[in-house]
Each structure stands twice: as structure tokens, then as C-alpha cells.
């Protein structure tokens, strides 16, 4: 093990009031004098928003209490999926672990901590892929950490080994999963949407970096560690990001104890993924139940507008 405290990486771009407070989260982290600290900012897309990035600047410019601090900025917009695909590659030619964070995940007080021993405890299994910090709302019992086959996006860490498997091709994904019969199992027993998510990627509808990055290592057969409580919390379903709505339904509340951390078997968790599956079909079951709800009021809008109640 190397036992070395990795760099924590975070991907910003035009939200300077959610960025303040994921620094002010992770500098409540013990580990974070003896951390460096690398930040990518994102250029705009529009000369509007060139104030807001420049407030986000200026929150790096006079900051203190890491290691070191080093900000790289663009001048022009390269988009969420360039950054971190460009980002993550080129730091880790220089370290062989990361930490990796957005704009708008806010990390607990251990976060550093169970990243970093994790980080050791997993780093020579080639099997595991990444460790990551957020957990679904999920109301039954889950254990302390378990592993789900794939990869995750909010709050998570990777070795330069295992980031090698990432694979940017969506095409090519997908043609994988296709030809293996693997969409299902992709989509959590047909709970989610990942293979629409991929073919919408591949068609220019999304952008997401996300979905090739757990396609990549679900392909591999990697896996994921997951805290049974979520040690982050994403505050971007408000509306201010570019690729987030307004939306509670993946809330949740950071875990108010520490996670224990302990070595176990490496193998995919039959219960996480069955909480998996039960709660992706429960937002499945709700969208549906909205789209029925929205559909019955513009059915009524519109017998109204032709039958109109007379008086």
C-alpha cells in the first residue's frame, strides 16, 4: 500500500455559491491541510457568464488550508464530459490515485478519510474500479460498504490503473453490451435507463461522461465500493446546473456517524443491487405516474377549450 494521501480534483464551472460551500465542506475534512487540491474551471459559453466564472476564481485565488492549490481555467466552454474525460487523464499521468468532485457535491467530515483508506485497502484488486461517496436514498438496511458492479459519478475516487479501462467510445459500448447480452444486467434488471441514457449519448442528446464510465467498467467486470450511508450530497437538482432539473427525487442526507470501513469480499452485493433495483423501479413508477398525471391535464385542457361548461 502507499498509504499516500491522494490529490482531490474538482470540476468547476459558473456556480460560485455551491462551489464555496464544497470547499468550505472539505476543508471540515482533517486530511485536508496534507491534501492538494487541483481545480479545473470551465470557460463560457456565452460572455454572460463570464462574471459568475470569475467569481469562482476568485474563491480559488485567495484560498487556503490544503497542500497546494492549483487552478487551471479555460477560455472557452469544453463542456462538462471534455473536462473531466481531459482532466482525470491528465492527472492522473502525475499521480496514480484521485479524488474527484463537482461543483455541487457536498462532502461529510470523514469523506477524506474513508476515500483515502480505501484508496489503500482496494489498490492492488484489479477488480475494483472505484470508490464512491454518494448512496441513494434507500430506506432499508444496508451494510457498512458493499460493491456493485460498474462505476458512479458523485463523489467518487479511482486508481490510474483502473482508469485506464475508461473507455470514451459510446458506440462501441454499446455494440459490447448488445452483442453480449448484457443491456439488461446494464439496466439493473430492466429498473433503469442506462442503455437509453448510452444510445441518447451516442445520438448527441446528452453529454454524459457518467454512463460510458460505469459502461466501461461494467464491461470490465469492475466494481464499485459504496458506503452503506452516504458520506456526500449532491445540492445541484435546483435548477442552476446545465445538466441537472429542479428535482428532490436522489436527495439525501449525509451521514451524521462515520462510515466504518473494513476489508470484504469482492464480489457484487445481492442485497445493493437488489436495493438498487427497488429503488430505480420506484422512480421509474413515479415518472410514469407523472406523465399519466400530465397527460389527464391536457386531456381536460383541451375538452375544455372544445366543450366549454355553459352557464
Given at each position: 500500500m502507499s498509504n499516500s494521501t491522494a490529490p482531490v480534483v474538482i470540476f468547476a464551472y459558473r456556480?460560485?455559491?455551491?462551489?464555496?460551500?464544497?470547499?468550505?465542506?472539505?476543508?471540515?475534512?482533517?486530511?485536508?491541510?496534507?491534501?492538494?487540491?487541483?481545480?479545473?474551471v470551465d470557460g463560457p459559453k456565452t460572455p454572460a457568464e463570464k462574471q459568475s466564472i470569475d467569481e469562482v476564481l476568485t474563491i480559488f485565488s485567495s484560498l487556503t488550508g490544503f497542500a497546494s492549490i492549483d487552478v487551471q481555467s479555460s477560455r472557452s466552454?469544453?463542456?462538462?464530459?471534455?473536462?473531466?474525460?481531459?482532466?482525470?487523464?491528465?492527472?492522473?499521468?502525475?499521480?496514480?490515485?484521485?479524488?474527484?468532485?463537482?461543483?455541487?457535491?457536498?462532502?461529510?467530515?470523514?469523506?477524506?478519510?474513508?476515500?483515502?483508506?480505501a484508496l489503500d485497502l482496494y489498490e492492488n484488486e484489479e477488480a475494483v474500479a472505484s470508490i464512491h461517496g454518494y448512496i441513494y436514498p434507500i430506506e432499508r438496511e444496508l451494510p457498512p460498504t458493499f460493491f456493485i458492479r460498474g462505476a458512479d459519478c458523485w463523489g467518487w475516487a479511482t486508481w490510474r490503473r483502473a482508469w485506464q479501462s475508461f473507455n470514451p467510445d459510446g458506440r462501441d459500448l454499446l455494440r459490447q453490451l448488445e452483442h453480449s447480452?448484457?443491456?439488461?444486467?446494464?439496466?439493473?434488471?430492466?429498473?433503469?435507463?442506462?442503455?437509453?441514457?448510452?444510445?441518447?449519448?451516442?445520438?448527441?442528446?446528452?453529454?454524459?461522461?457518467a454512463v460510458r464510465w460505469y459502461a466501461s467498467a461494467f464491461l470490465a467486470n469492475m466494481l464499485t465500493l459504496y458506503p452503506g450511508k452516504s458520506i456526500?450530497?449532491?445540492?445541484?437538482?435546483?435548477?442552476?446546473?446545465?445538466?441537472?432539473?429542479?428535482?428532490?427525487?436522489?436527495?439525501?442526507?449525509?451521514?451524521?456517524?462515520?462510515?466504518?470501513?473494513?476489508?470484504?469480499?469482492?464480489?457484487?452485493?445481492?442485497?445493493?443491487?437488489?436495493?438498487?433495483?427497488?429503488?430505480?423501479?420506484?422512480?421509474?413508477?413515479?415518472?410514469?405516474?407523472?406523465?399519466?398525471?400530465?397527460?389527464?391535464?391536457?386531456?381536460?385542457?383541451?375538452?375544455?377549450?372544445?366543450?366549454?361548461?355553459?352557464?
Open positions: 456556480r460560485p455559491v455551491h462551489t464555496q460551500k464544497v470547499v468550505d465542506a472539505l476543508l471540515m475534512n482533517p486530511e485536508a491541510p496534507d491534501t492538494d487540491l487541483i481545480v479545473f466552454n469544453l463542456g462538462l464530459a471534455r473536462s473531466v474525460i481531459e482532466g482525470v487523464t491528465s492527472v492522473l499521468e502525475q499521480h496514480d490515485r484521485i479524488i474527484i468532485l463537482e461543483d455541487d457535491i457536498l462532502v461529510s467530515p470523514n469523506f477524506l478519510e474513508f476515500m483515502n483508506s447480452g448484457q443491456t439488461r444486467d446494464f439496466d439493473f434488471n430492466n429498473s433503469a435507463r442506462y442503455t437509453e441514457m448510452l444510445r441518447d449519448q451516442i445520438a448527441g442528446k446528452n453529454d454524459s461522461w456526500v450530497q449532491n445540492i445541484g437538482s435546483d435548477g442552476s446546473g446545465t445538466h441537472s432539473g429542479n428535482s428532490t427525487e436522489h436527495d439525501t442526507v449525509i451521514a451524521q456517524i462515520e462510515v466504518m470501513l473494513s476489508r470484504v469480499e469482492i464480489r457484487e452485493s445481492r442485497d445493493g443491487r437488489e436495493a438498487f433495483e427497488v429503488f430505480f423501479r420506484s422512480l421509474s413508477d413515479a415518472f410514469r405516474e407523472s406523465r399519466i398525471r400530465r397527460l389527464m391535464r391536457l386531456v381536460k385542457k383541451w375538452w375544455l377549450l372544445l366543450f366549454p361548461l355553459r352557464s
